[in-house]
């Protein structure tokens, strides 16, 4: 079941973005040729999802790379450095956000003997596996994950974690749509994902393109809906997984897992590997990012709260790990995520 619509696209040397500042009314993509300007997307909110956002900063170390491929070496090492700081201050949760920037500037480092354009076609060539990789993960993740569902499943998901905050099918959405591939029958309830709206534009939006049912619930009709029995599992995506199973999610996601447990209702957390961090300890140590008090006030032309109101806009939060049923990765399903069974995983990669 491929994605009928693309996040992100190459074309005519640039990157162009899917603007989900749009959706739904519009379609509409933009297109961005420096560091400066794509790490401005990621800030705006045009390309959102940890994966997404990942893919989108190799991007924009590329064209950067390309327009300046006429410099000096030196001159070029230089801006570079530069490009990769620009990118790296754009939003601090999303790990693949500084995942992606590390592996792009490896890559660099790799070309460095090598012309300036020639560096600067690595770059792209880079970024372009990078993408691929994701999708290639995600399907990955979706077959781990679709064998958790039952035949037929009522699943509630929180924010935006399909294909829209990914290069494709999705992290939460790739496993429902890899349990509709399988034969399936899964319907979907998706929260509103207050104050930015993920949710209802993005989420709703992306379902219904590719006829998946979908039903939107304001976000504090959830634990309603659970003690009626109309919630079958949780499935949500991460921005960053901490080394001791701790998650950091769009901010709202505490409290649909701790509701989810006060039911009996599996958590699960599908994320790929590149989303966790072994440096982080713990979810105490997570940078948790704050936006505008604008987001919270009203939404778009629309304001609802008085001139003056104090504010408080943390854009994430922090479900602890014993709330997590299983995190569901490229490499497998870890249930009751702890540090032992997570540093496993990564050694289990490394060894095959």
């Not at 447990?261 to 990012?289: K, M, N, Q, W």
Request: proline letters at 5%.
């Amino acid at each position: 079941m491929p994605s009928s619509f693309e996040t992100l696209r190459w074309r005519d040397g640039a990157i162009e973005m899917l603007d989900q500042r749009a959706l739904p009314e519009r379609q509409v993509y933009l297109s961005f040729d420096s560091a400066a300007a794509v790490a401005g997307a990621i800030r705006d909110m045009v390309v959102r999802g940890a994966p997404a956002i990942g893919c989108a900063a190799a991007y924009g170390v590329a064209v950067e790379a390309k327009r300046i491929s006429g410099e000096t070496r030196a001159q070029f090492e230089n801006s570079m450095d530069a490009a990769f700081e620009t990118l790296k201050a754009s939003r601090p949760t999303a790990v693949n956000l500084f995942w992606a920037l590390e592996r792009m500037k490896t890559r660099l480092q790799a070309s460095s003997s090598t012309t300036v354009p020639d560096s600067a076609s690595a770059l792209l060539d880079e970024a372009h596996v990078m993408c691929r990789e994701d999708v290639t993960l995600n399907r990955r993740m979706g077959v781990h994950g679709a064998a958790l569902l039952p035949e037929r499943s009522r699943v509630l998901t929180h924010c935006n974690a399909g294909a829209l905050a990914t290069a494709g099918h999705g992290t939460a959405l790739g496993v429902i749509r890899s349990a509709i591939e399988a034969g399936k029958h899964v319907a979907v309830y998706a929260d509103e994902t207050r104050p930015f709206i993920q949710g209802a534009p993005l989420t709703a939006w992306e379902l219904q393109q590719d006829r998946i049912p979908v039903t939107l619930i304001a976000d504090n009709a959830a634990g309603f809906l659970m003690s009626r029995g109309n919630i079958d599992a949780v499935i949500v995506g991460a921005d960053r997984v901490a080394a001791n199973g701790d998650v950091a999610n769009k901010i709202g996601t505490y409290q649909v897992a701790v509701m989810a447990h006060r039911h009996g209702i599996p958590f699960y957390v599908a994320c790929p590997l590149s989303t966790i961090d072994l440096a982080i300890a713990s979810g105490a140590d997570i940078p948790i990012e704050e936006r505008a008090a604008e987001e919270v006030l009203g939404y778009r032309e629309m304001r609802w709260a008085p001139v003056g109101t104090d504010v408080v806009n943390p854009v994430f939060d922090v479900t602890p790990a014993e709330l997590v049923t299983a995190l569901i990765t490229e490499e497998g399903v870890v249930r009751a995520p702890d540090r032992e069974k997570i540093a496993a995983l990564f050694r289990s990669r490394t060894t095959t």
